[in-house]
């Protein structure tokens, strides 16, 4: 079976602190893909980056970037010098090869002070 | 550009009571559409899905429905609304099947049964 545990509900940080969202996922699929996606308090989700499984290479934009290690399932993110503005709910997720289905974490809610 | 909309924004509505959310997407054609649920607490449950009108699949059994009459009009219903059926509703549509093709989520509805 599918899943993704975030284990950290809520983080709160003081602005231009580094912060790092954790992501554990499990499957059985040898191809799948891992994504991430912000949700601020208006509610609309907004899509941050999607990895395949076989690309294990980590990515930087901005200031955010992506760790992805297959040995540990993991797949954290981390805000370099935080900001107010990216105070939300952000959601780790999984998918498989060739479906629509997205299994979802539960979500952590990042909290930015100023 | 294409654009997603969901109404009503918010709903109070008594258990046992009918409901209708609407989702509309504006700037594309035959996109796959999709009903997610947000409980809290919990992250994202896909609910249901239509890859073309009158087809819908649907995830997990429930007292809700789903129909797609038009090509770019979803409406998730209900007959009798149970106090469990409260949470944010999330409608979203992509170009295709698979993961490749990201996912654009709608800014929600917040139903809250009584």
């Known amino acids: 079976a599918q899943k993704v545990t975030q284990a950290q509900t809520e983080i709160s940080v003081v602005e231009k602190e580094d912060v790092t969202l954790d992501c554990v996922y499990e499957?059985?699929?040898?191809?799948?893909?891992l994504f991430w996606y912000k949700q601020p308090p208006s509610g609309e989700l907004v899509f941050l980056i999607r990895?395949?499984?076989?690309?294990?290479q980590n990515e930087i934009s901005g200031r955010y970037s992506w760790n992805f290690q297959k040995s540990t399932s993991s797949f954290n993110f981390t805000i370099t010098a935080s900001q107010v503005v990216d105070s939300a709910v952000y959601f780790c997720?999984?998918?498989?090869?060739?479906?629509?289905?997205?299994?979802f974490g539960t979500g952590t809610r990042l909290q930015v002070f100023p | 550009s294409q654009t997603i909309h969901q109404w009503p924004a918010t709903l109070v509505q008594p258990v046992g009571s009918p409901l209708s959310l609407e989702c509309t997407v504006e700037?594309?054609?035959?996109?796959?559409l999709y009903w997610y649920r947000q409980a809290a607490g919990r992250g994202l449950q896909l609910l249901f899905y239509?890859?073309?009108?009158?087809?819908i699949s649907s995830e997990v059994p429930q007292n809700l429905s789903a129909s797609r009459p038009q090509d770019r009009q979803f409406i998730l219903s209900s007959k009798k609304l149970l106090l469990s059926d409260s949470g944010f509703y999330l409608c979203?549509?992509?170009?295709?099947?698979?993961?490749?093709?990201?996912?654009?989520f709608g800014p929600g509805t917040r139903l809250t049964v009584l």
């Open positions: 979203a549509w992509s170009t295709g099947q698979g993961p490749l093709n990201e996912q654009f």
């Open positions: 499957t059985r699929d040898t191809t799948y893909y």
């Open positions: 990895r395949n499984s076989f690309d294990e």
């Open positions: 997720a999984l998918s498989g090869a060739n479906t629509d289905k997205l299994i």
């Open positions: 700037g594309t054609s035959n996109p796959n």
């Open positions: 239509s890859v073309g009108i009158g087809q």
